[in-house]
């Protein structure tokens, strides 16, 4: 038997795009929560949902990264 340290935790999330974490309603729906916890107005969380479903999916992810890049890290 060993004792380990802990690993120390990020707190940033990591999704993998090209797994099932990377799906574009599994991104949305993560917006949205960031956004409720980031205490973004009804009406932003409704603008950025917008905005994120307009075009393809090159523009969600960067979306996506220009709102929450501080808090989730994307791999591709």
Do not use: C, W
Request: net charge negative; charged share 30%.
């Amino acid at each position: 038997m060993a004792i380990l340290e802990r690993k120390q935790k990020s707190s940033t999330i990591e999704i993998d795009l090209t797994g099932p974490e990377g799906n574009a309603f599994r991104l949305l729906g993560l917006a949205r929560s960031l956004a409720r916890q980031l205490d973004y107005s009804p009406e932003e969380i409704q603008d950025l949902m917008t905005e994120m479903a307009g075009s393809d999916y090159e523009y969600l992810i960067k979306t996506f990264d220009d709102h929450f890049g501080n808090y989730v890290n994307l791999y591709k």
